[in-house]
T-cell receptor, first 114, second 115 residues
């Protein structure tokens, strides 16, 4: 199993550009989520999904869109990049939405918006 | 709302000494509590979790954590720290209810183990 994979590893965008961060998992996990990590702020939840076709907002959803057409994939779209979106982005998945299952994290995407 | 607090920004410890990383939580209900570790330029790795039962939980790499309901704490411990334990440690909490696996993370503690 590859686990949770993310692409790209690094990305530089100009203000106003759009892009999609890819996330895939091969563990047949129901639950998937996107976090951003900023120094001194821990991880903050952007969006999450409890299954294919079902998504919901987390703490900091503004400026981001998600969709979940398959169990495996959960892309994160930046609609119009802003410098405030400079961050490290992590995708995570978990076996189920019920039960105390830990989350598995991808390696992250480091995004810089200039 | 559920939350965790990690009161120290950085913990310095000499190699071979006991290591403690502190976490307190605030939830309404019985919590699920987790510890994760992040090595430089890597994603988070699961260390251990508390669900119910024995208050002392053992996890990966020799780490353990003690759940204390009266003090609403879930401190991470290791009896003898290694230089390779130097990393960023996150505490997280989830209040279980159907249809949601959301975690609230603390801000993280940098652990530096000094040779």
């Amino acid at each position: 199993n590859a686990g949770v994979t993310q692409t790209p590893k690094f990305q530089v965008l100009k203000t106003g550009q759009s892009m999609t961060l890819q996330c895939a998992q091969d563990m047949n996990h129901e639950y998937m989520s996107w976090y951003r990590q900023d120094p001194g702020m821990g991880l903050r939840l952007i969006h999450y999904s409890v299954g294919a076709g079902i998504t919901d907002q987390g703490e900091v959803p503004n400026g981001y869109n998600v969709s979940r057409s398959t169990t495996e994939d959960f892309p994160l779209r930046l609609l119009s990049a802003a410098p405030s979106q400079t961050s490290v982005y992590f995708c995570a998945s978990s076996y189920s939405t019920t039960g105390p299952y830990e989350q598995y994290f991808g390696p992250g995407t480091r995004l810089t918006v200039t | 709302a559920q939350s965790v607090a990690q009161p120290e920004d950085q913990v310095n410890v000499a190699e071979g000494n006991p290591l403690t990383v502190k976490c307190t939580y605030s939830v309404s209900g019985n919590p699920y509590l987790f510890w994760y570790v992040q090595y430089p330029n890597r994603g988070l790795q699961f260390l251990l979790k508390y669900i119910t039962g024995d208050n002392l939980v053992k996890g990966s790499y020799g780490f353990e954590a003690e759940f204390n309901k009266s003090q609403t704490s879930f401190h991470l411990k290791k009896p003898s720290a290694l230089v390779s334990d130097s990393a960023l440690y996150f505490c997280a909490v989830r209040v279980p209810f159907y249809g949601n696996n959301r975690l609230a993370f603390g801000k993280g503690n940098q652990v530096v183990v000094i040779p």
